[in-house]
C-alpha cells in the first residue's frame, strides 16, 4: 500500500510534532542556505495557482522550489480555464496528472480541499479567507529566533481579529500553547477560539506585557467594498508608540505585511521596528522550505 499524501491545509488540527518539524527544517534551510545539498524536489514540477495577489508568498515559494531542486509553475487562475467555470475538482485532476504539487491561494477553504481530494498531490494553502498556515510558521521562527520558545509567551493582535492570519494564530496558540489575545472593534471579533485565546476591545488589555505586538490588514483581499466602513471601525486599533510602550521591554513588533501606513501600524514604528519586520518577510522563504520538505517526506505506514 503507497503511503498516504501529505498535504499543508491549514493550521487546525495540526499536530504540534509536525510544526516542530516544519520549523526544524525551516531553521536548518536558513542556516544552512549556501552550503545545504537538500533537494527534495529534485524533478518535480510545483504549480502555483493564485486568484489573489502576492509577492512574499508567491516570490517565497517560486525561490524556494527552485532552490530544493523542482521547478515552479506559476498560474494566475483567471487564466486557466478555471476562470471561465472549469470546476475545480477537474483542474485538480488534470493538475494532478502532470505535476508533483500545487501551492493555492484563493478565497474559499473548501476549494483548496477540494484540489487536494481530488489532485492526489501535495498540496499547500497560500491563503484562503479562513487561514494563512505558512505565515504563521515564518512568524513564530521569527519570534523563536528572536525571544526563544514561543510556548507561555503572550503575543497579541491588534486589528481583524476575524481574518485568515488571526484565525490561524488562534490555531497555533492551541498547537504551541502561548497565550494569544486578541483585539478589536465589535463585530471583528474571531468566531473560534480555544482555552488559549482571549479576545478583548481593549488594545491596551492586549497590548499590555505582550511579548510580541502583531497586526494585519484592516481589509483583506476580496473586502475592498468595505473599505470606508472599515477604516471608521478600526480606528485605534494601531500598533504605535502608546502601544508598543506597555508591551514588554524587550517586545518585537511583527507584521505578516503588506503594510498600510498610519491605518493598522503607525508609519513611525514601521520604520524603526524595520528589521523584524522584514527579518519576518525574509522567513517566508526558509519557512516555505521546510513546509515543501516535509510535504515530501510521506510518513511510514
Ligand atoms: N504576507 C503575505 O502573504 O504577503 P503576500 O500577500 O505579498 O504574499
Ligand atoms: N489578511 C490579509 C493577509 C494578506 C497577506 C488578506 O487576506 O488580504
Redesign the pocket.
Known sequence: MSAPIRHFLGLKGVEESTVREILTLAARYKAERKSISWRPLAGQTWALIFSK??????VSFEVGIRELGGNPLFLNANDLQLGRGEPIRDTARVLGRMVHGAVIRTFAQSDVEEFARYAQIPTINA?TDDE?PC?IIADIQTIEEKLGPITGKKIAFIGDCACNVARSWIYAAEILKFQLVLAGPDGYLSDITNPFVTQTHDVKEAARDADVLYTDVWVSMGLEAEKAERAAAFAGYQINHALVALAKKHAIVQH???AYRDQEISADILEERAQEIFDQAEN?LHAQKGILHWLSEPPVQ
Open positions: 495577489s502576492s509577492t512574499r508568498t508567491r491563503l494563512h505565515q505578516c505585511l503588506p517566508r
